[in-house]
Nanobody, 126 residues
């Protein structure tokens, strides 16, 4: 059972930056991918970014592409989300997630992820 723990959220002004971290309870190379989702009040949880460990391939939602960067450090069992040029509409609870080891479907789909962290709040003021 993978356990995930996010950190790094907080309050920032529009145009600012934050870096989120997601610490995994086991060696990340044994997972095939990890991702970030977010959920704003009254809205559905939505895909933000994903990283496939084996190939290093990254995937982004259109709304964050060019502003957010996903990366990972196998030695530290940690995934990161660098968020730049933040906007008020980026305000949400951010969750890290991992699919089952054998999952080979789309990383954009919430249903493809089996393991979830508790989330970290990101608030962007205007």
């Amino acid at each position: 059972q993978v356990q995930l723990a996010e950190s790094g959220g907080g309050l920032v002004q529009a145009g600012g930056s934050l870096r989120l971290s997601c610490a995994a309870s086991e060696r990340t190379f044994s997972r095939n991918a990890m991702g970030w989702f977010r959920q704003a009040p009254g809205k559905e949880r939505e895909f933000v970014a994903a990283l496939r460990w084996s190939s290093g391939s990254t995937y982004y939602a259109a709304s964050v592409k060019g502003r957010f960067t996903i990366s990972g450090d196998n030695a530290k069992n940690t995934m990161y989300l660098q968020m730049n040029s933040l906007k008020p509409e980026d305000t949400a609870v951010y969750f890290c997630a991992a699919p089952h080891l054998t999952y080979s479907g789309s990383l954009f789909l919430r249903g493809g992820y089996t393991y979830w962290g508790q989330g970290t709040q990101v608030t962007v003021s205007s």
